[in-house]
Nanobody
Framework: QVQLVESGGGLAQAGGSLRLSCAAS????????TGWFRQAPGKEREFVAV????????YYADSVKGRFTISRDNAKNTVTLQMNSLKPEDTAVYYC??????????????????WGQGTQVTVSS
């Protein structure tokens, strides 16, 4: 069973950047389709981005398109979310999620079987 560990969260100013990483323990992450979700206080968990296990397909939420980039380095067994032009509304706990098969509805959290513990991202205005 794969365990996912996120890192790279923290505090940034509006317009700044942060880089999140997702690494797998015990098993490799390169065989899994991997997504990022976020959850702000009092809100439901929402889709941010997903990348296929080959890296050939990526999809983004409209709210982050053009600002965030998901990528993977299978040699390093990591998936990265580069977040640029951050906005206060990006503030949330960010979660890495993985699925053995590419999710039919990649925006839905239930499509992913493995989750990390989350990392806090706070963007100040």
């Amino acid at each position: 069973q794969v365990q996912l560990v996120e890192s790279g969260g923290g505090l940034a100013q509006a317009g700044g950047s942060l880089r999140l990483s997702c690494a797998a323990s015990r098993r490799t992450v390169r065989a899994y389709n991997t997504g990022w979700f976020r959850q702000a206080p009092g809100k439901e968990r929402e889709f941010v981005a997903v990348i296929s296990w080959t890296g050939g397909s990526t999809y983004y939420a409209d709210s982050v398109k053009g600002r965030f980039t998901i990528s993977r380095d299978n040699a390093k067994n990591t998936v990265t979310l580069q977040m640029n032009s951050l906005k206060p509304e990006d503030t949330a706990v960010y979660y890495c999620a993985a699925s053995v098969v590419f999710p039919t509805d990649y925006r839905h959290p239930n499509e992913y079987g493995y989750w990390g513990q989350g990392t806090q991202v706070t963007v100040s205005s």
